[in-house]
């Protein structure tokens, strides 16, 4: 139901965004989140953004140098990387937790129903 795209090979320091849109029956109604899992390593919350782009959560590793953002009338969530470094190379995906308009930013993956395919980043030393 949601699309990942924007992954990519970049050289440490570089920068990439990735997009996740969705069809806006189910959009609208998302708090949306990335995640990212490295090879033989759990996957892991990165960041996330209310239903109303009002509020944001990021990990700490990512604090400063990620930034998450959404266009309602695109029905597009953006996760711009910034200041890449190897240990950022990862799938990357997003995913949709239908949530109330007031209702947290979940960390782990339980609460979100709908999630997009990964999208490889690769960061090069």
């Known amino acids: 139901q949601l699309q990942a795209s924007g992954g990519g090979l970049v050289q440490a320091g570089g920068s990439l965004r990735l997009s996740c849109a969705g069809p806006?029956?189910?959009?609208?109604?998302?708090?949306v989140a990335w995640f990212r899992q490295a090879p033989e390593k759990e996957r892991e919350f990165v960041s996330g953004?209310?239903?109303?782009?009002?509020?944001?959560h990021y990990v700490d590793s990512v604090k400063g140098r990620f930034t998450i953002s959404r266009d309602s009338a695109k029905n597009t969530v953006y996760l711009q990387m910034n200041s890449l470094k190897p240990e950022d190379t990862a799938d990357y995906y997003c995913?949709?937790?239908?949530?109330?308009?007031?209702?947290?930013?979940?960390?782990?993956?339980?609460?979100?129903?709908?999630w997009g395919q990964g999208t490889l980043v690769t960061v090069s030393s």
């Open positions: 995913a949709c937790d239908s949530a109330i308009l007031t209702a947290p930013i979940v960390t782990s993956q339980t609460p979100y129903e709908y």
């Open positions: 953004i209310s239903r109303n782009g009002g509020r944001t």
């Open positions: 806006g029956r189910i959009f609208s109604r998302c708090n």
